[in-house]
Structure formats: structure tokens, C-alpha cells
């Protein structure tokens, strides 16, 4: 690391005395060379702080003894009555009832996905309970194109999307018709054509990735560089869209050096991203006191240098109106990040393979579930508008229980990918190693049939020899 | 084009050339003796003759030679570069052709501690090519998510020894980022990751590592280490263009010791193909990197001194590499051993020798030997007893056909 190190603190004079000419269009540089603090100097003029002004208070920034939290924006309140009239829910009655739907949908594929697994029908699930808002609000108030890295609790997003029951279920159970091919766990969802990509379980990992993408997503937006990927972007004609990427992770995530490292090189790229924080107390077993010391997560990005709001999670107008608002930001100038957390509670377990009660009173989630959740204050608002009855909402939940277990039951119906999908995709091509493997196993099933039940996989123990005469 | 020679030394150029430290005040003066003079008598451990090595083309007839160039760059004209020069044109050439192509790392704008990307923000904007904070993880990061946007990304790494902080992004990610996407058909095999690597006289323990064993064992990646600027360019091209993601790993003690003539206009040379270097019947020997030069040289003494004739291969790219050709030259000697410069548990070696002894073990007449780093870390002073020499490989050819 010397050398490293070395190596950059020759770099002001290297820079001047090469005279590297600088060519910076929309650049966002902040050149700090040539400077040098002066004896009668108010301000410093560090390279690293240009706009510190000197004190001769021996005082130190300490944030554990400041009593004050950084506000938490809400539109609506608990009894889903909005708060500020000039406002208003910002939302048409219709769009409303959608996303109210959307959320009602959301719960009752949890609960009885939840279920499935505890009956062994599937290997592993987790829920969203308590996060319907954040997920289904954000995903609401971003643009059809927008392209959104998601943590794995974020199923919202993909059915505000249009992602289908059917879709849903094939990945869960990692049928022939899922998109992953059967390769990836429960939950991890992924589509191209709304722009979302595949999840992995790695924590944080998508946020530089969303990062870089924006950083895409920006020159393609300035006409830099053609627009690439956008299925959607020809079919609407005339003037495509600028886009944003879209983030989204927990607070336990956001302790990882993926966290660090994405914010800082979003600020100093200056890229349209929306970073989403999903604040819900717990990261598996580990409470946010375990997590961090500071005020949040949102009280990071000032250090960043990137525009943060905190937003009631339970309140999916607040969510709403604070997305549109960042996508708005993040667009401003050519791009910038934007980071929005979003406060909750994990109702549910963390997974299939979790009990919370372990390790929080069961006490404490019943509280929650009864004082407030995103669901109940939005229907609370649709009731007060006389947009919604117990009639309609009884018929709302037979009819998508009914829904869900049917897509359900296709799904479960359904046979399991080509075995062929164990090697592909790996590389472009399969390569002469792979073909040496795929030839050596596929000479195993074929001698020792009876060691391999193959019969639920589509071609089942002849998909090998599909792959080989295709080579 | 001829790079300017910049005004003030590099960290590279110190590092290349071991000199008095350029603080004025720092006292350590290097003992050339310790670093690279040879002990005195020695005849195998003398300096590495890279102007005369048969490695290097040294004449722009035997350069244009090489059949693996179309026929067009074949009739065409070169110059004299070095191994920097060649990865900067392959950037800039990558950079012109292809508005996807971004090129970022740490120290990048000002041409790179390697001078590698000299020149090339400025002619192609900060845009495209730029400064990243100080973090691997973030800028591999990055330049997946990038690429998984349909860009090109030549993301680089100042040292290989600190691309651990990105082994998670690489390994998990960019290797992972096709197959779990399954029939999305998305992936991030625009990107490719640079990295300076291998011994260089006096990097101890975080300026000499080697590490593309532990890439080779990632399904996914692809791996690849040129030897010489003729390489470095052509396969840097490829690397850009393949669909999957490269590491490419620069031999950084060649950046400016390897010079030959090499073809002005671009060309692509195959990832998937080892080269033969010599051709030979009674041992054949496998490297790739820095030391083909000290097997070039050993092998040039062991013929002399024992009358046995040598071939060389360059694997070139270390993963998937190239089983044919090296099973046909080992099932044509009887005889293989392996050389590289990072640790021998397994490490590539382990991975040849056990492939030579599957495919061609009725025609082994000796055991596979492999001659590698000592498993120990790189001590400062010790590099020369670690890193193998002249000495180590001619002794393994010896013990090998005298078996």
C-alpha cells in the first residue's frame, strides 16, 4: 500500500509537470491543485475541504450526544387522513385502488407461498410483509424503463411492474418456464423486459453494480453512447425517455463495503441513481442497534455528498411522492445520486429457514401488525374517500386467493428445465472442458439409470446428448 | 504512435529500474546487488537478454510472420514499442472503434502509474476514460453493472495484489452474471479487468503477486496473460470484444523491457489457442508470462549442455486454456514441466500436470515437474530464491530427461 500511496501523493506535480492536456466535457471535476493555505487566510484551502473555515473552538462533531434525528417525511397519517391538504395523496382514485390491489396481491402470495414452504411444496421463501409500500410505491412512481437493481424483499416492485402470478410462481418453483432456468433460490426474480435485473443472494453486491449502470444509463441518456437494452423504449415513438437506475437494498446491506464504495463513486461520477433503503430494524437476527451507531442510513449520504430524504415506509404516498421527487433529482444537471430511506418493520420472519421469535418478543411484531402497516392506512384512505368496502374487500382477497393458488398449481405442475441448463450459460459458448464434462456425466446417466430420478426434467436423462449433438 | 516520455518518473519506472529514491531526503539507497546484478561466476542466473531473446520479434519480417495475423495487418507495416505502448494502442484502438468502450481505474487520467492509459483522456474525454475513488470493489462493481447495461468496460486494477477487495464482485458477480440470469440472455461479457502482475525485482509481498490461479478455479472468466507486446495488443483486443468476462493479467516487469516490432493497425489474436514457441522432441516445457524468457533462456544452456532438444509453449490464455496443443507436444516428448512464477500448491501447474497425466499417461517417461514460487510469501531481499530462474528450470530439465 506505500507505493500505492506514494504513488498518489505525487500526483499534483506529476499532473502539472506533464501538462496532460485536459479535455473534461460535463466533467464533474472538482480540480483542487496549485492550492496552499496562507497566513491570514479565513477559510482552508486544503485540497481536501476548499470550503472549511478555520475555528479556535476545540469542538467536536459529536453526533451521540445530538438528540435530534433526521426527520421522517409522511403524507398520510396512521388513521389515513392526509396531512397537508395542498398536497394531497397526489395519486388518481383508480391508480390508488391499483396499488392497493397490488399490495393486497403481495400479502396473500406471501402468506400462502409462506405456507406452501412449511408443507415442504417449496424449498425456501421470504416474505414482504410490512414493506408492501416501499417496494409497490417506489415502482409506481418510476418510469416503465428505469432499470432497478433489487435486494431479494422487493417482490413489489416486480408485480407493480406486471410481473405475472404465473412468472412468479414458475421461479419459485424453478420450472421449465421460469427465466432463471431453475438455477437460482426462491425469491431471486429477474426480467429483461422490465428492466429489472436477476437477483443474487449476495448482500450489497448489486449496489455499485446499479452504479455502473446508471453511469450507462447517463451516457446513453446524453446521446454519448446509442441506447442500448431498452425493449420497451422503440415502441413508444418519438423522444425516448432518460432514464435512472434504481437501487434497492436493506439497512444490514448497507453495512457492507459494497454500500461505501457504490455511494462514493455515484457522487463523485455524478450518476442518476436512486438509491432505496429499506429500513425495517432487523437484519436476520441482528437489531439496528447492532448494525450502526449513527442516525440511520440516511445520515450517511451527506457524507457522500449525495442528496438524501428519510420516508415513512408504512405511507405509500410519502414513498411515492419521494421517488418521484429523487428520479426528478437524479435527472437534474445530467445526473446525480439520490438516496432515500425508507423506515419500516419486519413483520414477517426474515425467511423460511428463520424464527424471529428467537431472538424478538412475539409481543412486539403483534404490536406492529395492529398499530400500523402500509396496507391498512392505505385502505384506511380508500374507505375515507368511499372508494373501497369490507364487500369489495372481502371479494378482493377470495378472489386473489384464488388466483395465487391456482398459478400455483400450474406451476407446480410443471416439469423442470432441460439438464442441459446445468452447463450452459456459464461462458457464451460451452466450452471444450465443459464438453469433456457434459460427454463424462452424460455417460454416467446413461449406465447408472436407475441412480437418478430424471423423469420430472424436460428431455429427462437424454438432455446431455441434446447439448452434445448441438456442439 | 510513440508514447512522450513523461517529464517525471514514474512509480512504474522506479519500480522497473531500481535507482536512488527521488526524495531528496530519503536516505535508502537500493544495493544493486541484491536486486538484480548476477552473483559473481554465475553463467544460468545472468540477466535476461530481452533485445536478443528469440521471444521477441526483433525485425518487422518475422513479426508480419506470424500466421495467426490476417493478411492485411501480414502486409502491413510496424514499429518498435513496448509492452505499455501496445496495451495503450490496444485502448485507444478499442476506444475509437466502439463508442461502448470505457476505460477507469485508480490514476488512470493521467496516463496510469504504467503509463498504460497515457493520453487517452485526453483525446477521449473524461467521459470515457476517468478516475475512480479508491476502492476495488466499487470500481469492478461499477464496471459490471456497466457492462450488464451493454457498455464495455476496461475496468483496471493498479496492482494484481489488490484485487482481493473485488475478488467477492468478480467471483460471485461477474463470473455468476449470465448463467443466473438464465433466458433473460443478460450478462455482463463486455467487461474486462486489468491488472499489472508477476515479479518485478523488488515488489516484495504486495507488488509481486501472481494470483490467476484462484480465477481459474471460477467457471465463468476468462483468464489471460500475454508475454510480449505483440500479445498484449492483439489479445487485450480480443479481451474487449470476447462476451465474457477477462481477466487480463500484465506482466508488469515486461512494461518496458519487452520491445519488438509490432503490426501499426489492429488485430485480434485467438483467446482460446496456446502457442508454440520451439519446436522440439524431448521435453516440452509450459508457461505463459514473464517466464517464458527464463525458460527461453534455460532451455538455449540445457541444449547446448546436454545435447536434448526443448519445445516451448506459451499457454497464453490460462483458463479455459488450450489442452490440445499441449497434449500433443507432451504425447510427441514424453516429457512436460510446468513453469510459473506464482506458488506451486495448487496453482496453474497442478492443473496441467494433472491434465498431462489423464490424457497422456502411456506416453509419460518421467514424472511432470513444476517448477514454480516456493510456498512462502515474497519477501523483499528473498524474490530472487522464490521466483524461479535459469537455474531452477535448467536443473528440471536435466533431472526430467535424465529420469
Known sequence: MCLRYSARRLRPSTLSATSVPRSAPRAPSRQCRGVASTANAEKVLFPGALNSEFTNTLDFLRPSKSKDAISTYRCLDQYGEIIDQSVGADTTDEEALQLYKNMVKLSIMDLLMFEAQRQGRLSFYMVSAGEEGISIGAASALHPSDVIFTQYRESGVYLQRGFTLAQFMNQLFANSSDHGLGRNMPVHYGSKELNIHTISSTLATQIPHAAGAAYALKLQNQGTVGRIGDAGAGAAGGKAVERVAVCFFGEGAASEGDFHSALNIAATRQVPCVFICRNNGYAISTPTSDQYRGDGIASRGAGYGIDTLRVDGNDIFAVRRAVKEARRLALEDGGRPVLVECMAYRVGHHSTSDDSFAYRQRVEVEDWKRRDNPITRLRKWIEGRGLWSDAAEKELRSATRKEVLRAFEDAEKQKKPNIKYAFTDVWEHVTEEQKAHVAEMNDILQRYPKEYDLEGYEGGAQGLEELLEKQ | ?403
Open chain 2, 1 to 403: 504512435m510513440p508514447s512522450k516520455t513523461p517529464s517525471i518518473r514514474a512509480l512504474s519506472r522506479y519500480l522497473l529500474r531500481p535507482q536512488p529514491s527521488l526524495h531528496p531526503r530519503c536516505h535508502f539507497k537500493p544495493h544493486t546487488k541484491h536486486y538484480s546484478a548476477a552473483a559473481a561466476g554465475a553463467r544460468l542466473n545472468v540477466p535476461l537478454e530481452y533485445d536478443s531473446t528469440p521471444l521477441l520479434n526483433h525485425t518487422s519480417k518475422s513479426a508480419l510472420a506470424n500466421p495467426e495475423l490476417p493478411e492485411h495487418i501480414r502486409k502491413g507495416q510496424t514499429k518498435r514499442i513496448n509492452l505499455y505502448t501496445a496495451v495503450n494502442e490496444a485502448l485507444r484502438h478499442a476506444l475509437q472503434t466502439d463508442e461502448r468502450v470505457l476505460v477507469f481505474g485508480e490514476d488512470i487520467q493521467f496516463g496510469g502509474v504504467f503509463r498504460c492509459t497515457m493520453n487517452l483522456a485526453a483525446d477521449f474525454g473524461t467521459d470515457r476514460v476517468f478516475n475512480t475513488p479508491l476502492s476495488e470493489q466499487g470500481l469492478v462493481g461499477f464496471a459490471i453493472g456497466a457492462a450488464a447495461e451493454g457498455m464495455r468496460p476496461v475496468a483496471e486494477v493498479q496492482f494484481a495484489d489488490y484485487v482481493f477487495p473485488a475478488f467477492d464482485q468478480i467471483h460471485n458477480e461477474a463470473a455468476k452474471y449470465r448463467y443466473r440470469s438464465g433466458s433473460t440472455g443478460v450478462h455482463c461479457g463486455g467487461l474486462t479487468i486489468r491488472m499489472p502482475s508477476g515479479s518485478v525485482g523488488h515488489g516484495a509481498l504486495y507488488h509481486t503477486q501472481s494470483p490467476e490461479a484462484l480465477f481459474t478455479h471460477t467457471p465463468g472468466l476468462r483468464v489471460v496473460v500475454p508475454r510480449s507486446p505483440i500479445q498484449a495488443k492483439g489479445l487485450l483486443l480480443s479481451s474487449i470484444r470476447t462476451a465474457d468476462p477477462v481477466i487480463f493479467m500484465e506482466p508488469k516487469i515486461l512494461y518496458r523491457a519487452a520491445v519488438e516490432q509490432v503490426p501499426v493497425d489492429a488485430y485480434h489474436l485467438p483467446l482460446d489457442k496456446a502457442e508454440v514457441l520451439k519446436t522440439g522432441k524431448d521435453v516440452t516445457i509450459v508457461s505463459y508470462g514473464t517466464p517464458l524468457y527464463t525458460c527461453s533462456a534455460a532451455i538455449a544452456a540445457a541444449e547446448k549442455d546436454f545435447g536434448c532438444s526443448v519445445e516451448l509453449i506459451d499457454l497464453r490464455t490460462i483458463y479455459p486454456w488450450d489442452r490440445e496443443t499441449v497434449l500433443n507436444s507432451v504425447r510427441k516428448t514424453g516429457r512436460a514441466i510446468v513453469v510459473h512464477e506464482s506458488m506451486m500448491n495448487a496453482g496453474v501447474g497442478a492443473e496441467v500436470a494433472a491434465t498431462i497425466q489423464e490424457q497422456a499417461f502411456l506416453r509419460l517417461e518421467a514424472p511432470v515437474k513444476r517448477i514454480a514460487g516456493w510456498a512462502t510469501h515474497t519477501g523483499l531481499v528473498f524474490e530472487k530464491i522464490i521466483i524461479p530462474d535459469v537455474t531452477r528450470v535448467y536443473d528440471a530439465i536435466k533431472k526430467t530427461i535424465d529420469y
